[in-house]
């Protein structure tokens, strides 16, 4: 989510640059300084979030975690043993 946070970001730095509604120092003084706490704290407090909430699990296609029912019914009614 931060890359896409961030690609917003540039987006609206040149809109507001290109069309002349803000200077480079307007928006260094009053955008930049909100957008850089945005783009860092949502996508780290959601992740924190999933940690937290024990929502990670191992990637099915290769190396790697993410939010994940895998492998599936695991600790569940279905299947009360712990998965390993």
Known sequence: FASVFYNGSLSLYYV???TGRMS???FAKRVEPVLHVVNNAY???GAIWGLIRGMYR???LGP???I???PR???TELNP???L
């Open 81 to 83: 043993e712990p998965c």
């Open 16 to 18: 507001l640059t290109i």
């Open 73 to 75: 019914h695991c600790e």
């Open 68 to 70: 994940n029912d895998y």
């Open 64 to 66: 790697g975690c993410w």
């Open 58 to 60: 191992e990637f099915q």
């Open 24 to 26: 480079d120092a307007q």
């Open 43 to 45: 996508p780290l407090a």
